[in-house]
């Protein structure tokens, strides 16, 4: 059986990557605003509306093109 204090850390720990999903996949996309992305994140995020803003902001974004392996042919 798992103990109350493992269920809050475990909660805790959701709840973080929760928080900052927009901030990962902003990060994930190579988006150019990924800095400011995660500093509103980190700042307004917890307002709920910045959270949105932050969501929206991050999959609406132009992504950079990544790289492509260049054989030479």
Known sequence: MISHLTME??????????????????????????????LMNLFFGWTGIGWI?????SVSDDAQPKSELWVGY
């Open 9 to 38: 850390w475990i909660k805790t720990i959701i709840l973080l990557a929760v928080y900052f999903l927009p901030g990962y996949i902003a990060l994930h996309r190579q988006v150019g605003s990924f800095l400011p992305i995660a």
């Open 53 to 57: 803003i932050c969501l929206i902001w």
